[in-house]
């Protein structure tokens, strides 16, 4: 079951990630750029729910730890914008993520105890694959700029590693 919970918002980004040989290559750094903060705002507001919701020591370990490396990245990410003198963009992708995120965020808040703590690990793990997933084969490939380019990729090794801690925290919850 907790599967299903699972972020609709990353099955927008999954589907972003792979339909996309017309679309990707129509992204434009601002675009990339928009997609992928929002992505991390929504993490970032997952983890939220998770530290007002959860009980569970080592669920509000890992949410913490998300608002922390997900708030420092999108902090790089908008001071290099700034730097660049770029409005990040939106577009379908962080438009379908936003809309994806509340109905997830709306299906979480009707769990508690362990319930919401598997769910909430579940979909960790599932959007991180996601994410991941489009990190590598979309949004990196088609950044155009260098730093915005370094930055994702920079991302990608952090996230890699939630991921991980995603897996490691779903098994134990099990």
Same mark, same amino acid.
């Not at 299903?4 to 927008?12: H, S």
């Not at 708030?71 to 962080?94: C, F, G, I, Q, R």
């Not at 109905?103 to 009707?110: D, E, G, H, P």
């Given at each position: 079951?907790?599967?299903?919970? %699972?972020? *609709?918002?990353? *099955? %927008?980004?999954?589907? *972003?990630?792979?339909?996309t040989?017309?679309? =990707?290559?129509? /992204?434009?750094? %601002?675009q990339i !750029?928009?997609? %992928?903060?929002? !992505?991390?705002?929504?993490?970032? =507001?997952?983890?939220?729910?998770?530290?007002?919701?959860?009980?569970?020591?080592?669920?509000?370990?890992?949410?913490?730890?998300?608002?922390?490396?997900?708030?420092?990245?999108?902090? @790089?990410?908008?001071?290099?914008? @700034?730097?660049?003198?770029?409005?990040?963009?939106?577009?379908?992708?962080? @438009?379908?993520?936003?809309?994806?995120?509340?109905?997830?965020?709306?299906? +979480?808040?009707? +769990?508690?105890?362990? =319930?919401?703590?598997? !769910?909430?690990?579940?979909?960790?793990? =599932?959007?991180?694959?996601?994410?991941?997933?489009?990190?590598?084969?979309?949004?990196?490939?088609?950044?155009?700029?260098?730093? /915005?380019?370094? /930055? +994702?990729?920079?991302?990608?090794? /952090?996230?890699?590693?939630?991921?991980?801690?995603?897996?490691?925290?779903?098994?134990?919850? @099990?």
């Amino acid at each position: 079951m907790t599967r299903m919970i %699972a972020w *609709a918002g990353a *099955a %927008a980004l999954l589907a *972003a990630g792979t339909v996309t040989t017309s679309y =990707a290559a129509a /992204l434009n750094d %601002a675009q990339i !750029a928009h997609i %992928a903060y929002t !992505a991390g705002n929504i993490d970032i =507001a997952a983890a939220k729910q998770a530290l007002a919701k959860s009980k569970n020591a080592k669920v509000r370990d890992f949410a913490q730890e998300m608002v922390r490396d997900h708030t420092a990245v999108n902090d @790089k990410a908008l001071a290099l914008v @700034k730097k660049l003198h770029v409005t990040p963009e939106d577009n379908p992708t962080s @438009k379908s993520l936003m809309d994806g995120a509340a109905a997830a965020k709306k299906r +979480l808040a009707a +769990l508690n105890g362990a =319930a919401f703590d598997k !769910a909430y690990a579940a979909n960790e793990v =599932a959007y991180h694959k996601t994410v991941n997933g489009a990190l590598d084969k979309t949004l990196i490939p088609n950044a155009h700029n260098a730093e /915005l380019k370094s /930055l +994702l990729q920079t991302g990608l090794t /952090l996230f890699r590693e939630h991921q991980a801690h995603a897996e490691h925290l779903e098994s134990a919850l @099990k």
